[in-house]
């Protein structure tokens, strides 16, 4: 009999691994059809890496300030990910910007998750910047990974509501809930090879994403 191999997943994060806990109950509800080959870290020690070792998940440190530059960082980085073979890699609160050539190994297999409305404030203190403008919504978005930060083709949007007497801590806990769903779904898709990167376009079912991506709406989306 042969066995059919599951799509692999490369997880690098930098801190909590809130989602990557995510993707772990997905996986294990049966909602996410893939396996998590690899959790890397650039910081020794985060939570992360220990909601990975409790899962019996492979972990790896790779600590950025043992590197003379980005580029070098990026290679060992590389090196470790090609091991693993991996088809997709899921940056999830990976606090490193990357390199062009970094990207461009890995080109239309690179997810991220951003926690706000694309392409409102790319970059840090999203949830401050949505509250000091007055926005009615704040949220987060699965994008594609391109060379631009924070700036490749939107797939799935959540929208949360700002509250009148919301922090940018309050904000960014109800923010992660979203996450948590909207993550694992759109990994689903890649992995179910429904969801592609043409060209530098964002594809669902062949069909050309909207510029924001898609927004979801609990069980479903909308366009
Ligand atoms: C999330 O807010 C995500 O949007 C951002 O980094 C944070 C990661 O949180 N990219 P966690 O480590 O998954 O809890």
């Known amino acids: 009999m042969t066995s059919i191999r599951r799509p692999q997943l490369a997880i690098l994060l930098s801190g909590s691994g809130s989602n990557l806990q995510s993707f772990i109950h997905a996986i294990n509800a049966g909602a996410l059809e893939a396996d998590i080959a690899v959790v890397i870290s650039n910081k020794a020690g985060v939570l992360g890496l220990k909601r990975a070792n409790a899962a ?4 790896i440190t790779i600590d950025n300030l043992q590197f003379q530059n980005r580029e070098e960082f990026d290679s060992a980085l590389a090196l470790s990910i090609k091991y693993y073979k991996p088809d997709l890699l899921v940056l999830a609160g990976f606090m490193r910007i990357l390199t062009q050539g970094f990207v461009k190994t890995f080109s239309g297999r690179i997810l991220n998750i951003h926690p706000s409305l694309l392409p409102k404030y790319p970059g840090l203190n999203t949830h401050k910047k949505a509250i000091d403008a007055g926005d009615a919504f704040a949220g ?3 994008h594609f990974v391109t060379a631009k930060l924070d700036g490749g083709p939107p797939v799935l949007q959540a929208e949360v509501p700002i509250h009148q007497d919301d922090s940018p801590e309050k904000l960014a806990s109800r923010v992660l809930e979203k996450e948590h769903q909207i993550y694992p ?6 992995c179910e090879g429904r969801l592609t990167f043409v060209e530098g376009s964002a594809f669902l079912d062949s069909a050309a994403l909207p510029k924001n991506g898609l927004t979801y709406v609990g069980d479903s989306t909308k366009k």
């Not at 019996?56 to 972990?59: D, L, Q, V």
């Open 185 to 190: 779904l759109a990994v689903q898709w890649f």
């Open 140 to 142: 987060a978005t699965v």
């Open 56 to 59: 019996g998940i492979k972990t």
